[in-house]
């Protein structure tokens, strides 16, 4: 069974950091390229960015481009997510996914629970 | 950006009806050399996470009703559920990965009537 838990959230202060990490199990993770998507709160569902399965490509959404850095590490099957000077904003529950059969342009096929960004002061 | 819009925002169906939802994207999500509609449709529902119903337009997932269908091509997609049932209450969110950044629509959401 594919599993994707996420953790690291929480409340931070503007201007403040956070790293989100999710941990994969049920598949070879080395093979899939992932994703984080986010949803703020009441609201529909926004990308923010994606990592090749080698870890090579990344993209990201403009709206964190150059505040958040994504990473993986296959060894551990961990998917990570480091945001800096974050905002308001970015306040939005954080979903880990992974890419299906499409590849880097294709569905997301398995989802983690979410976890919770409280940005505030 | 590719914008993707559904509609309707909402929709209140009777149980056994047919329901239906559009999506229509600012630009084609055919990638003609591959014949292959980029377009995905996703069922929140209500605390839950995001569940794929469809990818490539209309290939269904594993596990999905036959009940649900999807079709359209280019930029003017659908979302059907013939025979409404109450677990089929949520949230329908249709996206494309023709292009980055990947885009969703604002979300159908389902109710029973």
């Known amino acids: 069974e594919v599993k994707l838990v996420e953790s690291g959230g929480g409340l931070v202060q503007p201007g403040g950091s956070l790293r989100l990490s999710c941990v994969a199990s049920g598949f070879t993770f080395s093979t899939f390229d992932m994703t984080w998507v986010r949803q703020a709160p009441g609201k529909g569902l926004e990308w923010v960015s994606s990592?090749?399965?080698?870890?090579?490509?990344?993209s990201f959404a403009d709206s964190v481009k150059g505040r958040v850095t994504i990473s993986r590490d296959n060894s551990r099957m961990s998917l990570d997510l480091q945001m800096d000077s974050l905002r308001v904003e970015d306040t939005a529950v954080y979903f880990c996914?992974?890419?299906?059969?499409?590849?880097?342009?294709?569905?997301?096929?398995?989802w983690g629970q979410g976890i919770l960004v409280i940005v505030s002061s | 950006d590719i914008v993707m819009t559904q509609s309707p925002d909402s929709l209140a169906v009777s149980l056994g009806e047919r329901a239906t939802i559009n999506c229509t994207s600012s630009?084609?999500?055919?990638?003609?050399?591959?014949?292959?509609?980029?377009l995905a449709w996703y069922q929140q529902k209500s605390g839950q996470t995001p569940k794929l119903l469809f990818s490539?337009?209309?290939t269904r997932e594993s596990g999905v009703p036959d009940r649900f269908s999807a079709s359209g091509s280019g930029t003017d997609f659908t979302l059907t559920i013939n025979g409404l049932q109450a677990e089929d209450v949520a949230v329908y969110y249709c996206?494309?990965?023709?292009?980055?950044?990947?885009?969703f629509g604002g979300g159908t959401k389902m109710e029973i009537k």
């Open positions: 490539w337009a209309s």
């Open positions: 996914a992974r890419y299906g059969s499409g590849g880097w342009y294709g569905a997301f096929d398995h």
């Open positions: 990592i090749s399965s080698s870890g090579v490509s990344t």
């Open positions: 630009e084609s999500v055919l990638y003609t050399s591959k014949n292959k509609n980029y």
């Open positions: 996206q494309q990965y023709y292009a980055i950044p990947f885009t």
